[in-house]
Nanobody, 121 residues
Framework: QELLVESGGGLVQPGGSLRLSCAASGVIFSVDAMGWYRQAPGKERELVTSITSDGVTHYAEYAKGRFTTSGDNAKKVLDVQMSDLKPEDTAVYYC???????????????WGQGTQVTVSS
């Protein structure tokens, strides 16, 4: 059973927009923090945006002004609206969450399976 369900992604032309959504499974007890990361071919995985446990939103420099995050750790969802996409935004995008599976389990980090975003004309 997937604990993080991602949707969105796909092929878009430069300058276009896409929306990525991530939701933690209903069986998850609580979410402490969530984020989106991306990994381009031959590169390391990097942060796109995140919402911390105290509700503060962070963006990578390249995302500021183009990407908008909406989410709620209590509701266990995190979306990112990506606009003015560039070819260099092409990557596999991964949802990440620090979650507690049940009332007694420790907080652990979990990754989604990833969704491909391709920006090309």
């Amino acid at each position: 059973q997937e604990l993080l369900v991602e949707s969105g992604g796909g092929l878009v032309q430069p300058g276009g927009s896409l929306r990525l959504s991530c939701a933690a499974s209903g069986v998850i007890f609580s979410v402490d923090a969530m984020g989106w990361y991306r990994q381009a071919p031959g590169k390391e995985r990097e942060l796109v945006t995140s919402i911390t446990s105290d509700g503060v939103t962070h963006y990578a420099e390249y995302a500021k002004g183009r990407f908008t995050t909406s989410g709620d750790n209590a509701k266990k969802v995190l979306d990112v609206q990506m606009s003015d996409l560039k070819p260099e935004d092409t990557a596999v995008y991964y949802c990440y969450a620090r979650m507690r599976e049940n009332k007694l389990s420790p907080i652990r980090g979990y990754w989604g399976q990833g969704t491909q975003v391709t920006v090309s004309s």
